[in-house]
């Protein structure tokens, strides 16, 4: 069944549960009967008996957030009906509103107005629980990064805002769930009750150089593309486009790819050095961790042997300038050897393999590769079907049977497939310590979330052993703003925080004053 339509039956079927549960309650309180069962008014009929606002109706039906809102609406409306014990909206909640169907067949309660509502610990936690999913599931979503992918762009342990509004909102693939399960329990929700991918409008498109938050496509572990694992990486390749990596320099259609000068490109070198290096110094000086980002690999009488897992070009530069220092070499895999990891058993893992798995490409040397766009016909044959396979498959969702030279999709033989969507090419800046699009491939366009756009907090010793628990620097900064120059607005914050709780505090005096005043 389409998933539109049965959404459709779906919502029918609970307007006439709703009704058959209600009808005789809507009569005892002065309403029609009718007016139970008609889609939307009926629920806008029920706001009013229990004397809610009435623009709570879009939240019944704001992913996340509406299983929430019902078990609060249905708690009210037996509360309305003199129903107001707490075995009563336990009842409520377990039957998610199904006890209705006792007091309108059995029990016929005399309607009798919601009671006086005072605030309460719980009211005050349930409508901040409901205002902070609203945020994170529409609007921003907070992040902290466990990996070094992006070091020094972003940093291990950076707390990240990460908005989605600007590529505009996309809807939740699994519209019920308990609210924050991905950082608890990604499998908290409800997997049957799917929507179809959609998108609100934006005010700007995805472009070359942005940094990008996304849902990794080839997560095995989750179907539903919300629950995968978020990743963020810099957005290099746009539909259309052919990458390739010739030696480490990356190039677009063929020129070198210039990143914003606040990129911090990082690679493998290998130094040789005449003395040891200070691993205070190397800290102090490039934020390198010893045994994490550098280690002595070779020894002899008058020279140390290094491998340095990320260097930007400036830190080589640095190194070269340094007396004691003998060499300092790039470490680029030479073409042709692939970079591939087996299991115990012989066969590949795709995970930490190259992607396409049949080319003999590395994250040196790499392509070229084009990047499919939304109308393009592909041809498929041999020689590209991996590449196309997780599209056709897998992110487009066809039956794709493959025998010999032969290939049929949805039960259609054919040897051309014409793609969906755009597909992107996201690639890390520490080049040599990123998992990213050399190893899985394009990222659809349903798959991406947002961008971050603001570092709120640095705890980089949550992730590794490193002497400074926090990055205090990296406190309040923004981040792809194309200046190296990074500026904390920490103390702006501080300084609206306390205007707002001293605003707060005189606010609150004044209103108990007046009270005071009435009694």
Known sequence: MNMLLYWLVAFILYNIIYGASTWQLYKNAGRKAWEAFIPFYNFWIGLDLIKRPKWWIILFFTPIVAPIMWWVYWVDFGRSFGKRTWTDAILMVVTVGLYSFYLNYVEKPDYEGPEERKGTFIAALLFAVVLATLVHTWFIQPMVVPTGSMENTIKIGDALFVEKVSYGIRVPFTPIGIPFSEFINRKAYVDQARLPYMRLPGW???????????????????????????????????????????????????????????????????????????????????????????????????????????????????????????????????????????????????????????????????????????????????????????????????????EGDKYWINGKETNQY??????????????????????????????????????????????????????????MTSINNDNPDKKSYGLYVLIALIAFFTWDYFRIKKKKAKEGNKN
């Open 204 to 402: 700007r498109d995805l472009k070359a150089n942005d940094i990008v938050v996304f849902n990794y496509p080839t997560d095995s572990a989750f179907d539903a593309i919300d629950r995968k694992d978020a990743y963020v990486k810099r957005l290099v390749g746009m539909p259309g486009d052919s990458i390739e990596f010739d030696n480490s320099v990356l190039k677009v259609n063929g020129k070198p790819f210039i990143p914003k000068k606040d990129a911090w490109v990082q690679h493998s070198y290998l130094v040789i050095s005449k003395v040891p290096f200070s691993p205070q110094l190397m800290y102090e000086n490039y934020g390198l961790l010893e045994g994490t980002d550098f280690g002595v690999i070779g020894r002899s009488d008058n020279q140390y042997t290094y491998i340095f897992k990320a260097l930007t070009k400036s830190m080589a530069e640095d190194f070269k300038r340094n007396p004691n220092v003998i060499s300092v070499d790039q470490k680029i895999t030479p073409k042709g050897q692939k970079d591939e990891r087996k299991y115990a058993n012989g066969q590949i893992d795709s995970t930490y393999t190259i992607f396409p798995l049949d080319k003999n490409w590395n994250q040196d040397n790499y392509g070229p590769l084009y990047i499919p766009k939304k109308g393009d016909v592909v041809k498929l044959d041999k020689n590209s079907i991996t590449q196309y396979y997780n599209i056709i498959k897998n992110y487009e969702r066809n039956d794709l049977k493959i």
């Open 418 to 475: 014409e793609i969906k969507q755009d597909y992107f090419y996201m690639i890390g800046d520490n080049r040599n310590q990123s998992l990213d699009a050399r190893f899985f491939g394009y990222v659809p366009e349903e798959n991406i979330i947002g961008r971050p756009i603001f570092v709120w907090a640095n705890m980089n010793g949550m992730f590794e052993p490193a002497p400074n628990k926090f990055i205090w620097s990296r406190f």
